[in-house]
């Protein structure tokens, strides 16, 4: 059984330059969520995507916008970063999109914004 | 807005002790609540959870209880271990769908 796969697992960037970040699910998982966790806070819903399609969007602005492809993989880009944009990003997969299916998580991608 | 409230921030237990982590939610939508265990560079990974039509619910040496009334919930683990060591998530969901977090408890084990 594979797992949840994050590419890259480090970047730094300048503020106000563009970023994408992507994500593997774990086979046969067609739910995928973003979730943003700054240092020493826990982590925060941006938004989640279920068969291609949008599926709920937490408190977070339009630059940060997202994909979903017909293998269930994911892109998370975000536009005109700034340093508060510095965190690590987490991908979470499941088999579908309620409370039946738990959370499988990937390792993240570490984003430092300079 | 925090929705969902988690102490202690951090916790030292003595090897076979007890560990106590507490939450507390708002959103009387919530209706799904996983504990969430995250090592160092990892992400976090699913303990346990509970729904709130059972007031406890115990996996080894982790339990959970519930109160709802109180809007509630803890994370008990027995036996604790230094392995155990590492920061603990409480969250909330309506559905299951997009999880809230706690702020999230460093617990160190001591040998």
């Known amino acids: 059984e594979t797992g949840v796969t994050q590419s890259p697992t480090h970047l730094i960037k300048t503020r106000g330059q563009q970023v994408t970040l992507r994500c593997s699910s774990q086979?046969?998982?067609?739910?995928v969520s973003w979730y943003q966790q700054a240092l020493g806070q826990g982590p925060q819903f941006i938004f989640q995507?279920?068969?291609?399609?949008?599926?709920g969007r937490g408190n977070f602005p339009p630059r940060f916008s997202g994909l979903q492809f017909p293998n269930y993989s994911s892109e998370l880009n975000v536009n005109a970063l700034e340093l508060d944009d510095s965190a690590l990003y987490l991908c979470?997969?499941?088999?579908?999109?309620?409370?039946?299916?738990?959370?499988?998580f990937g390792s993240g991608t570490r984003l430092t914004v300079v | 807005q925090q929705q969902v409230k988690q102490s202690p921030q951090s916790l030292i237990v003595q090897k076979g002790g007890i560990s106590i982590i507490n939450c507390a939610y708002e959103?009387?939508?919530?209706?799904?609540f996983p504990w969430y265990q995250q090592f160092p560079g990892k992400g976090p990974a699913l303990l346990i959870a509970?729904?709130?039509?059972?007031s406890e619910k115990k996996e080894g040496r982790f339990t959970i209880s519930f109160n709802k009334s109180a809007k509630q919930f803890s994370l008990h683990i027995m036996d604790s271990q230094p392995g155990d060591s590492a920061t603990y998530f409480c969250?909330?969901?309506?559905?299951?769908?997009?999880?809230?977090f706690g702020e999230g408890t460093q617990l160190t084990v001591n040998p």
């Open positions: 509970i729904r709130p039509d059972v």
């Open positions: 969250a909330a969901s309506p559905r299951g769908s997009r999880l809230t």
């Open positions: 959103n009387t939508a919530f209706d799904y």
């Open positions: 979470a997969s499941s088999l579908g999109a309620g409370f039946s299916y738990g959370y499988t």
């Open positions: 086979s046969g998982h067609n739910t």
């Open positions: 995507y279920y068969r291609e399609e949008e599926n």
